[in-house]
């Protein structure tokens, strides 16, 4: 039980082209959806929280409306990475949480997807 | 000072015998602990979760929380090369939106 994908596992393209990641929890419904990046040898960084039907809470230093984020149902949420720039290479990972309540929950990872912007 | 924090390693140990790795966090109102393992190149998976004071044990795997002294650790007994990977503390703050904020992870090496 609780498994997370992601598609695409890998994405090249075009400066200033728009990539579009999607998230899905395939045996839960998961209230909240976390986006998180990373870059070698470093941490994961949130970059955004996201709750079903809600808009997204972006961590500082995020940029909105570069990284747009629709979390349109419980089992399904996206990364827009707008206009990508080299820079934006890296490992975009999604996790979700189960709902229910207690705060115990735990956070379930998608095996990511990197990207490589040329 | 950083929220969660952890020795980045890489942490040697020989095969068989026990790995230990540590993580402090700042949050005091933090109610849970996660521990994830990290293969280079894939995204972390769950070991251990925590949510009390003192041990929890899963296998070869034994959390341990410390909340006045704002700890918690990770011990893996009878290392396998297997186990070699990065392991990374999260902690969930006690915020509004409970917030996981992870560390930067501790590189084990399990040498044959």
């Known amino acids: 039980g609780a498994v997370v994908s992601q598609h695409p596992s890998w994405v090249i393209c075009k400066s200033g082209t728009s990539v579009k990641i999607e998230c899905r929890s395939l045996?839960?419904?998961?209230?909240?959806m976390f986006w998180y990046r990373q870059f070698p040898k470093q941490s994961l960084m949130l970059m955004a929280t996201?709750?079903?039907?809600?808009?997204?809470?972006?961590e500082q230093g995020v940029e909105k409306d570069k990284f747009l984020i629709n979390h349109a149902s419980l089992t399904l949420s996206t990364l827009t990475v707008t206009s990508a720039h080299p820079e934006d290479s890296s490992f975009y990972i999604c996790?979700?949480?189960?709902?229910?309540?207690?705060?115990?929950?735990?956070?379930?990872f998608g095996p990511g997807t990197r990207l490589l912007v040329l | 000072q950083k929220e969660v924090e952890q020795n980045s390693g890489p942490l040697s140990v020989p095969e068989g015998a026990i790995a230990s790795l540590n993580c402090t966090y700042s949050?005091?109102?933090?109610?849970?602990f996660f521990w994830y393992r990290q293969y280079s190149g894939k995204s972390p998976e769950l070991i251990m979760s925590?949510?009390?004071?003192g041990d929890k044990e899963d296998g070869r795997f034994t959390a341990q929380l410390n909340k006045a002294s704002q700890y918690v650790s990770l011990l893996i007994r009878d290392s396998q090369p297997s186990d070699s990977a990065t392991y990374l503390c999260?902690?969930?703050?006690?915020?509004?939106?409970?917030?996981?904020?992870f560390g930067i992870g501790t590189k084990l090496q399990v040498i044959p």
């Open positions: 996790s979700a949480r189960p709902g229910g309540g207690g705060g115990q929950e735990t956070q379930y």
């Open positions: 045996d839960f419904q998961a209230t909240t």
């Open positions: 996201s709750n079903e039907g809600s808009k997204a809470t972006y």
């Open positions: 949050d005091r109102g933090s109610q849970s």
């Open positions: 925590i949510y009390s004071n």
């Open positions: 999260a902690v969930r703050g006690s915020g509004g939106y409970q917030k996981v904020t």
